[in-house]
């Protein structure tokens, strides 16, 4: 059996620029989009940004350097990444405390982070900026002219409303707005993974003596699956993250493996501080957009390409995401950034990560606001103008071949992390 039911449904705005999700590709999107001078509505479903960084509890900043002392990822991931410790403790390593060291070094620009002052002073920031922030409100459903998206139904406390948009920038994560918008989309797959934050008294009696909080706080887990799969129970399926049922599947079972584990435990030496607010998927459904990033393009320099970055397990494997893996042409005004670019395999997980996630969004952000100023398609916009304003806002374009070994140690497949 299915129910129809006709609905009249306000319009309760309308903006130059609608950032579905506010995870940290949707805050740089926004925030970029603000800084040109842009009127930003940004929906976010849950009650606070930065989405799998903060609410996934997901903590790690993973390397942004080539492994040899070049900081590849720059631009307004350097610029979150200072923030999100800027207030709180960090693991900065001591060669990059100050910056890009003066001599090479094999430390890697990582950082560990405290999950609710980033959340707070990506609030504080996108505020400032003059960003309209809708929290605790879903977007379900959108609004099409032929193939350009009119705007964006939502559903929160109020009921549902409408917003309009002329640009829509869909940092949902799992390309909700692109799916619902008949944009081609793919799924990928997930194992069976959840990480907590706890803390014990050992861990603060640690920090205690080191007198830094952040040593008090460590990841416990539900389903320990890695990165690659390895820990994955037999008996269990995959999820692909679009099936309500299925999240459901993994969120209760995890959770009932989470609790057998921690059941054994002296329960005063012990605290969950902290429990996902959002299921900890990796990859659910992505853009098929107008290229696809795949390990063979590691080296390869891209006339279209708006960043350079590095992969984060292996030293100097390095790559530039071509602009074409956040559009898909016939879309006029759709964009994506973040988890939802068009990458595959292993090159995906490399520019999925949470700081190639803000360059997307920045990328995302900026090439909004040129094709509204050029009333030009997201897919046709001028490339030039786009790099230039990414170049002025400190995104290294391509990497130097001076940086690329004659010999890159040979990837190692023993490289595995949850
Ligand atoms: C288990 C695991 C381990 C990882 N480890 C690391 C790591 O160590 N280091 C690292 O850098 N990266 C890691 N990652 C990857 C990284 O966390 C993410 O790829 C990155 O944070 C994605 O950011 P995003 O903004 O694209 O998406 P998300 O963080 O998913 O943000 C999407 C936002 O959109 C909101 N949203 C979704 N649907 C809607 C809707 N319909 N309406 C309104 N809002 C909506 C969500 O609430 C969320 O806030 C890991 C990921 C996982 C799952």
New binding site residues.
């Given amino acids: 059996m299915s129910v129809t039911r006709v609905y009249e449904i306000p319009e309760r705005g309308s903006y130059d620029i609608i950032v579905?999700?506010?995870?940290?590709?949707?805050?740089?999107a926004a925030y970029t989009a603000a800084r040109e001078g842009r009127r930003v509505l940004l929906?976010?479903?849950?009650v606070?940004?930065?989405?799998?960084?903060t609410?996934?509890l997901?903590?790690?900043?993973?390397p942004m350097c080539n492994g040899r002392g070049k900081q590849i990822i720059r631009g307004l991931a350097d610029e979150f990444m200072r923030l999100a410790v800027k207030y709180g403790f960090d693991t900065i390593p001591d060669d990059w405390k100050e910056g890009e060291p003066q001599k090479p070094t094999v430390q890697r620009l990582k950082t560990r982070f405290d999950t609710g002052m980033f959340a707070l002073a990506l609030n504080k920031l996108l505020c400032d900026a003059g960003v309209d922030l809708l929290y605790d409100?879903?977007?379900?459903d959108t609004v099409m002219e032929g193939n350009r998206c009119r705007g964006l139904i939502?559903e929160n406390k109020s009921g549902k409303s409408y917003y309009a948009a002329d640009v829509v920038i869909d940092?949902?994560?799992?390309a909700?707005?692109l799916y619902r918008t008949g944009v081609p989309c793919v799924t990928g797959k997930?194992y069976f993974?959840m990480?907590m934050h706890r803390i014990s008294l050992k861990s603060c009696a640690e920090a205690v003596a080191a007198r830094d909080i952040g040593r008090a706080i460590k990841w416990t887990y539900g389903g320990d699956a890695t990165?690659h799969g390895k820990n994955h129970p037999q008996d269990r399926p995959t999820y692909d993250g679009t099936d309500a049922a299925a999240i459901s599947e993994y969120i209760r079972e995890n959770q009932l493996v989470a609790f057998e584990k921690l059941c054994g435990d002296d329960r005063k030496s012990r605290a969950i501080v902290t429990m996902p607010g959002?299921a900890?998927?990796?990859t659910t459904r992505r853009i098929d957009g107008d290229y696809t990033l795949t390990v063979r393009d590691v080296f390869r320099h891209f006339s279209d390409s708006v960043g350079a970055i590095c992969d984060?397990d292996q030293r100097d494997y390095l790559y530039e995401i071509p602009y074409r893996c956040l559009v898909r042409s016939g879309y006029p005004n759709l964009i994506t950034?973040?988890?939802?670019i068009s990458a595959e395999g292993y090159a995906w997980d490399v520019a999925?990560?949470?700081?190639p996630?803000i360059i997307?969004?920045q990328v995302a952000g900026l090439a909004a606001s040129i094709s509204l100023d050029s009333t030009r398609d997201l897919t046709t916009i001028d490339i030039k103008t786009l790099q230039e304003k990414l170049t002025a806002q400190n995104v290294l374009l391509h990497f130097d071949d001076s940086w690329v070994p004659d010999n890159p140690e040979p990837y190692s497949e023993n490289i595995d992390?949850?």
């Avoid at 940092?171 to 799992?174: A, I, V, W």
Wanted: no cysteine.
């Fill in positions: 579905a999700g506010g995870g940290v590709a949707g805050a740089a929906i976010e479903k849950s606070m940004l930065g989405g799998l960084a609410l996934g997901i903590t790690l900043f993973v409100t879903i977007v379900t939502v940092t949902t994560g799992d909700d707005v997930n993974t990480i990165l959002m900890q998927f990796r984060m950034a973040g988890r939802s999925r990560v949470i700081p996630a997307t969004g992390h949850i």
